[in-house]
């Protein structure tokens, strides 16, 4: 009885990780489909007015490049408020007043806006710059972003209409080469823009802001219900509720702002923390929401799977972990081997999965050959670390689900300090005392493996040991070069 209960627990978690995967297949297909549909955009004849909003918390290292970049904007200063969103409590503050001034005396309209406390984090400050925005048009970048001088002149035409609410351009990555870690992001965050948002726009479904690179039209914000800082995922929370008001969405790939890519390990931690457990908050908050819309099908389906795709990485962790007994029990008995016919599927859904991030290289790189050696060596590199952080991911998907409150931890941000950055924690070893029992738990599976010379489950146990040993890897660098 036990046995049987092991396999379909199993069975339930790996349908999950199929039926996602066939999601992403399936908005493969049709940004394929669809690849060459463009979005109607209108001659910029007269310049709106714009807020530009810039939430900061402790940004040191960046704060100076990112006004230098907003001062850049090819765009007349009248129309231009800027507002410098400042929760820091470290001297980035010191540095904003004295660029602040600096900045006026060229003309610009600028404010440094302080609160009190930081409640809300970055919804809050977003909130509270929203009251005290004067313009039709909001426009938001985080900190280690570097806009484009022409961004605002190739982004606004994009609002055709009264109806569309935001604008999303794609992000760009400044330092993609920099560690094998940030090659991981490069490819994850390349597949997200340019198939998940790209397929999804292209497709007529929901899209949803990315935080940063987009604008808003104020009344939109406002008709939603304005910023809420229930879930730790405030941009695809008000992306939601902004679309099932009715407002559209236009999603701008061909418009790169380039970012900075956190090159630690415990950087991304944190920044995928926040936006898994994120994700999860919104899911619990407005999924029941959308299916009582009145909207076709095609649209709950497919903003189902985006508000619950966090939910992967614990199916990931789960069916890893229920697979050692499944081997074990396979080669106790036979009356259950006609179940175990897993490798085939796992096989499946590393295929669609290649396919995917494939498709979104070839779309980038515009090259075959040249995407071709870039898949064969970023893939395999972006699926071991994806199976290492399914424990830290899926504690995130836990903690979303009890409802457990956390605070906004922001991601550091280096620049050209990297080597002596005062936001750096050092990180103790035994934080990642579960990834090293988890890496001994499927090594002692893969010695399992040749001992029975059964090999079913062989290439997903060396994936998750892979993964788990590439985390401990890079834990032991950081914390050695601290």
Not at 213 to 231: P, S
Request: aromatic letters at 14%; glycine letters at 6%; a positive charge.
């Amino acid at each position: 009885m036990l046995a049987l209960g092991i396999i379909l627990i199993y069975s339930f978690f790996f349908f999950f990780i199929i039926l996602f995967s066939l999601g992403q297949l399936a908005l493969t297909i049709t940004f394929i489909k669809y690849r060459n549909k463009e979005n109607h955009k209108i001659t910029l004849n007269n310049y709106p007015n714009i807020t530009i909003q810039l939430p900061i918390y402790n940004e040191l290292f960046v704060i100076e490049r990112l006004l230098d970049s907003i001062s850049n904007l090819n765009y007349p200063k009248k129309k231009i408020e800027i507002q410098v969103l400042d929760d820091s409590d470290d001297d980035t503050s010191i540095i904003v007043e004295q660029k602040v001034k600096k900045l006026i005396a060229l003309g610009f309209t600028i404010a440094q806006i302080k609160r009190k406390n930081r409640i809300g984090f970055k919804a809050g400050a977003l909130q509270n710059g929203l009251i005290q925005a004067k313009n039709e048009f909001i426009v938001i970048f985080d900190a280690d972003f570097i806009p484009e001088p022409d961004f605002l002149i190739n982004t606004l035409p994009y609002f055709s209409n009264d109806k569309i609410g935001m604008v999303q351009t794609r992000w760009g990555h400044i330092n993609p080469r920099e560690s094998w870690l940030t090659r991981a992001q490069e490819i994850g965050l390349n597949s997200h823009f340019i198939i998940d948002q790209g397929g999804r726009a292209k497709g007529g479904f929901f899209i949803s802001f990315n935080g940063t690179a987009g604008i808003w039209r104020k009344a939109c914000i406002e008709d939603a219900g304005g910023w809420e800082a229930d879930t730790l995922t405030e941009d695809l929370d008000l992306s939601y509720r902004a679309q099932m008001k009715g407002w559209q969405f236009k999603y701008c790939p061909e418009i790169i702002s380039p970012a900075e890519l956190p090159n630690l390990l415990s950087a991304v931690r944190s920044q995928q923390f926040r936006w898994i457990k994120g994700g999860v908050e919104t899911s619990k908050k407005l999924i029941a929401r959308l299916w009582n819309c009145d909207l076709p099908l095609s649209i709950k389906l497919f903003g189902s799977l985006q508000l619950l795709n966090n939910y992967i990485y614990a199916f990931i962790l789960l069916t890893g972990l229920l697979s050692v007994p499944l081997m074990l029990l396979k080669n106790k008995s036979m009356e259950f081997d006609h179940f175990f016919n897993w490798s085939g599927m796992l096989i499946t859904v590393l295929i669609i999965n290649f396919f995917y991030c494939f498709t979104a290289i070839l779309m980038d790189k515009k090259n075959i050959i040249v995407a071709i050696k870039e898949i064969l060596t970023a893939f395999p590199i972006a699926i071991i670390v994806s199976m290492g952080m399914s424990y830290h991911n899926s504690i995130a998907v836990f903690k979303g689900i009890q409802g457990q409150k956390t605070a906004f931890i922001r991601t550091p941000k280096f620049s050209e300090s990297k080597g002596e950055n005062s936001y750096l924690k050092s990180q103790k070893n035994r934080q990642y005392l579960p990834e090293f029992l988890l890496f001994i738990y499927f090594l002692l599976a893969v010695i399992a493996e040749f001992y029975f010379k059964d090999f079913s489950f062989l290439s997903y146990h060396l994936l998750m040991l892979s993964g788990f040993g590439f985390i401990l890897y890079c834990a032991f660098e950081e914390n050695s070069g601290q």
